[in-house]
């Protein structure tokens, strides 16, 4: 009893601290425990940190994040990356100069619009690191890049071009689970469950890509790099695409090259960039009728206007049949449009590689932009007030008589030197001098600069309807524009092509509907044949057949007294504000 006193005692006296410090311990390993099997809900220790960092990250990531970021395939593209479009080019040169200094050049240059992708100037970036779900994850190489171009390049021994700034311009990272919440896991899987490109439109098929995309015009191909993400099926998606806006009319659209637009899944399989732009591309034709001066803008120009302009000049535009003269005929447009070299699609043997593509322009009615569906609620107010931009024109508003005493209203008169002619052209000069206009006769030529400010200087044009009315654009804003539509019931032509855009443009508009006696048909024609009696009839022979008799054969021999009071309701309006 005695022996077993004394044990009693002992036990009482050391063992509390030691069943203490051993529940202490067992807590610990518990916690460590917890730790390690619910590690999306632990609260990282520092002492921990570096262990687990890398064990999560293999975990979350697995190969997408090795492939995306450490493929030497990557890493080599980079490392051959070649600059390409520049701001300021040689205007002397049509080919070279495609995009020389401008307004637009010279706020951009000033902007801070590629200041989230230049990291500071002292850093290293040869290991860099961006954050990336919580964890840092190594991009590799850095890239040397122009800051003002977008565009990245090294020498061909890999060493850093002078003169750049140090950047890294780094495919989109891969996304994991514990980095999105389940509501943008679901946007993205929509995202890849929505075909890549749209061909329900009425006038022209468009694609549109967001990731990773490839375009090789020597090939006539654009590929989009779309490895599975976040457990959802890959694509597996090929197009054909003429990137014109008449997709209906088969002549416009006969010389118009085809490009081929396709999903892969493969990044190794995949061409190595020789080029790295930071920008959006477009890409478009400039085939079809873009001759025509009216398609031309209805066809391209505005369609162009609706798809790039809300970038701001920061995208590259890709052109497929390219034309010089087409170029330079209309560079103040393209030059706002872009600040970057234009891209000769055709005859380019690189791979331009960029985060955004659109393949195909997006086009409403003709010479129409539907604000509902357009970017920013854009209108053809808007693509008026780009064009008087674009062009330095001064004049925002036609003159309101009697505010200037002594100045007279300008009235623009749009000679046709070869069809739809007005015959008694000096007849019409003095009646509307006699009424108090200045007249200006003038025709569109290729110097659409020239012509430019002469319509914008003018407060009424009036002409034969033809595509020399399409420069009711450079208008200013509430001018007014007089349509002359020639015998052959052509109302659905002028009201379609001119009098809907002119009120878009909110420009007020008149027309005048010339009789028998005032088309010089009467002097081909007897005056019991169908061009006459039965016009309807005309019109079935197709578009050829009816073009060849009312818009190729007829000249206007307008009657003055008849024609008179249009030009009277022009100067009232002109009155008003």
């Known amino acids: 009893?005695?022996?077993?006193?004394?044990?009693?005692?002992?036990f009482s006296r050391f063992e509390?601290?030691?069943?203490?410090?051993?529940?202490?311990?067992?807590?610990?390993?518990?916690?460590?425990?917890?730790?390690?099997?619910?590690?999306?809900?632990?609260?990282?220790?520092?002492?921990?940190n570096s262990r687990q960092s890398s064990s999560k990250h293999a975990a979350e990531t697995g190969p997408l994040v090795e492939t995306a970021m450490t493929s030497p395939q990557l890493e080599a593209g980079l490392e051959n990356a070649t600059h390409e479009s520049r701001p300021s080019c040689d205007d002397a040169n049509p080919r070279s100069g495609l995009c020389g200094k401008n307004d637009l050049t010279e706020m951009h240059q000033n902007s801070s619009s590629t200041a989230s992708d230049v990291p500071p100037a002292k850093e290293d970036l040869s290991n860099s690191t961006k954050q990336l779900g919580g964890e840092k994850v190594t991009w590799g190489k850095s890239l040397p890049c122009d800051p003002k171009s977008g565009h990245c390049e090294t020498d061909s021994d890999g060493r850093t071009q002078k003169n750049m700034t140090t950047m890294v311009d780094s495919l989109p990272g891969p996304v994991t689970t514990s980095s999105i919440k389940k509501d943008e896991r679901i946007e993205d899987l929509e995202a890849e469950r929505?075909?890549?490109?749209?061909?329900?439109?009425?006038?022209?098929?468009?694609?549109?890509?967001?990731?990773?995309?490839?375009?090789?015009?020597?090939n006539s191909s654009v590929i989009y790099v779309t490895p599975s993400r976040i457990?959802?099926?890959?694509?597996?998606?090929?197009?054909?695409?003429r990137p014109y806006c008449r997709k209906t009319d088969k002549a416009a659209m006969a010389e118009v090259r085809e490009v081929s637009v396709k999903s892969l899944g493969n990044y190794e399989a995949a061409p190595r960039c020789t080029v790295n732009h930071t920008v959006p591309a477009i890409v478009f034709s400039i085939a079809g009728y873009t001759g025509n001066y009216f398609h031309a803008f209805t066809d391209v120009v505005v369609p162009l206007f609706l798809t790039s302009y809300q970038y701001n000049g920061e995208v590259q535009l890709v052109v497929t049949n390219f034309k010089v003269w087409w170029i330079y005929k209309y560079l103040p447009i393209l030059k706002k449009l872009s600040r970057y070299e234009i891209i000769d699609f055709d005859n380019d043997e690189r791979v331009h590689c960029c985060k955004h593509a659109i393949v195909g322009l997006k086009a409403h009615n003709d010479l129409s932009i539907d604000p509902s569906k357009a970017p920013n609620g854009y209108s053809m107010v808007d693509f008026t007030r780009f064009m008087r931009s674009a062009y330095s024109l001064e004049r925002s508003s036609p003159m309101r008589?009697?505010?200037?005493?002594?100045?007279?209203?300008?009235?623009l008169i749009i000679a046709r030197s070869r069809t739809r002619k007005f015959m008694n052209l000096d007849?019409?000069?003095r009646m509307a001098e006699k009424l108090g206009f200045e007249v200006v006769v003038s025709e569109a030529d290729n110097n659409v600069t020239r012509f430019a400010h002469v319509v914008n200087s003018c407060d009424v044009m009036m002409g034969v309807h033809g595509a020399g009315l399409t420069n009711l654009v450079f208008l200013p804003t509430n001018a007014i524009l007089i349509q002359i539509i020639p015998w052959g019931r052509l109302d659905w032509i002028a009201n379609t092509y001119?009098?809907?855009?002119?009120?878009?443009m909110k420009l007020r508009y008149l027309d005048y509907n010339i009789?028998?006696?005032?088309?010089t048909l009467i002097d081909q024609y007897p005056r019991d044949h169908a061009v006459f009696k039965d016009p309807s009839s005309i019109h079935k022979l197709g578009w050829n057949g009816m073009m060849e008799i009312y818009l190729v054969k007829q000249n206007v021999k307008l009657n003055i007294r008849r024609f008179r009071p249009v030009l009277i309701k022009a100067l009232k309006l002109l009155h008003q504000r």
């Open 498 to 504: 001119f009098k809907y855009p002119s009120k878009e």
């Open 16 to 48: 509390p601290q030691k069943l203490g410090l051993g529940l202490l311990a067992a807590c610990f390993l518990v916690s460590l425990t917890y730790i390690s099997v619910t590690n999306n809900f632990a609260v990282h220790f520092p002492i921990l």
């Open 401 to 411: 008589i009697g505010e200037h005493p002594g100045k007279k209203p300008r009235l």
């Open 515 to 519: 009789t028998e006696e005032e088309s």
């Open 1 to 10: 009893m005695g022996y077993e006193a004394k044990l009693v005692r002992s």
């Open 231 to 241: 457990g959802a099926w890959g694509r597996n998606e090929s197009w054909k695409i």
């Open 194 to 218: 929505k075909p890549m490109c749209d061909t329900s439109a009425r006038r022209s098929d468009v694609c549109e890509m967001d990731g990773d995309v490839r375009i090789l015009g020597k």
């Open 427 to 429: 007849k019409i000069i």
